[in-house]
């Protein structure tokens, strides 16, 4: 009875000793998004671009602010086509997001690393983050290459 008590609690020793070892794991590919720098272009007058922002900062993303009274140049600079432009952009690491992109769709970005230039979410779909209301469908973000190029990256 002993040796039986023995082995379970040795079992359930590996199991928790497993257990958090996939934590651990986890925690570590998480941590490679936490911190990263997001740099988003506003407009000082736009709400949900606010609201937005402190989304990324909720989701771990060093958040660094830049209100311009017209965002024309930054997607200019960026080449972000006008189909996919938004009411703000930012800069997470070597790309360009586009909108109220979701962060585990950055996070995918950031993991997979894409020879791109970056992902948009067109428009200001409700439910979104940063947005008011319920998420009324199926949103799909689009890769941008650096060609200018448009293809599917995910929906979420």
């Known amino acids: ?22 934590v651990s794991c986890t925690s ?3 941590n490679e998004i936490n911190g ?9 007058s736009c709400g949900c671009c606010g609201i ?28 972000i086509p006008i189909e996919l432009q938004s ?3 930012t800069i997470v690491g070597d790309y360009f997001v ?6 585990e769709a950055i996070q995918k970005l950031l993991l997979e690393k894409p020879d791109i230039a970056g992902i948009a979410l067109p428009g200001m779909p ?3 983050p940063g947005m008011p209301g319920p998420k009324q469908e199926k949103w799909m973000i689009y890769a941008v ?5 448009v293809t599917d990256f995910m929906e979420i």
């Open 36 to 44: 990263e720098k997001a740099i988003i272009f506003k407009s000082s």
């Open 52 to 79: 937005f922002s402190r989304y990324m900062d909720d989701k771990g993303f060093n958040v660094e602010i830049n209100d311009l009274p017209d965002l024309n140049g930054i997607k200019e600079k960026y080449a």
């Open 28 to 30: 570590e590919k998480n």
């Open 145 to 149: 290459g650096h060609d200018g190029q």
């Open 98 to 103: 586009e909108g109220h992109i979701p962060a």
């Open 1 to 22: 009875m002993k040796t039986r008590k023995s082995v379970s609690f040795f079992i359930l020793f590996l199991f928790l000793i497993g257990a958090l070892f996939l």
């Open 126 to 128: 409700s439910g979104s």
């Open 87 to 89: 009411c703000h952009t």
